[in-house]
């Protein structure tokens, strides 16, 4: 059983730089009482003055007693993600409360072929759930669409590779929107309806497909794959738009 969702106090174990603009802190969560992939927290950040922010963040890691991952791309301008990136440090702490999310959650209890389509910092909760499906006995097969701008902007990129390499049942491709690699046969642009598989009816019924980024990216996947046959309810989708307050 999983308690009430409340405020807790975590301490920055470790941090991971994934790309010059990205980070992921490792936390230590005291009594931590586990997630499924895809669910978020929400951090609160107060100054010395008393005042707070609070912004949701998805949650990397795959299930761990005690720990947590958050990987955190820096929004310029930003109020929080600044220095989650920046600022941050091993030993700082802050409060958290989670998970948080029942709709966009994928546990090894799901059968179903999966098709994660993730722009940006929406690989994140994606990530935990390939995390996750290596982790388990489960051998449903994962299709991951990462969209970056470019592949000095992909987070997790040597584990994604290794992923891909190691696991057959786990397709990984890429869609770069402002340049790729020189061996590309694909031009730089934004995800449309050629990078998306085409399957049979009876295929596309039987999916789980989980579309993660900002909000005009996660709107356009949608439409696309809409448009291609796949039924709604087939589609859950998360938005990473401004969580401010
Ligand atoms: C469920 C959920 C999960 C999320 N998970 C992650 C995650 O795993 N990693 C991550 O890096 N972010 C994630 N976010 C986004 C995160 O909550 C913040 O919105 C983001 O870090 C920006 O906060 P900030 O305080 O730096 O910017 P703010 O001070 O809130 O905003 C500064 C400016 O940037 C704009 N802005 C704010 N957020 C975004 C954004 N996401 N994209 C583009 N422009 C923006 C604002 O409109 C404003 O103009 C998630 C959001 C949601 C709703």
Redesign the pocket.
Known sequence: MRGPIRWRRVRVAETLSETRT?RTLVLDVPGWPGHDAGQ?VDVRLTAEDGYT?Q????I?SADARDRLE??????S??????YLVQTVEVGDEFELRGPV?GWFRWTSAVTNPVLLIGGG?GI??LMAMVRARVRSVSQAPFHLIYSARTPDHVLYANELFQVATATNDIKIEFVFTRGGLPEDARRPGRLTSVDLPVLDESVRDGMRIYICG?NGFVESASQLLLAMGHPAATIRT???????G
């Open positions: 990205a978020h922010a912004r949701s963040y998805s990397a958050l990987t955190i791309q820096e929004v301008a930003g109020e929080v993600s600044p999310g910092s994140v909760p900002p998360e938005r990473f738009g401004p969580t401010g």
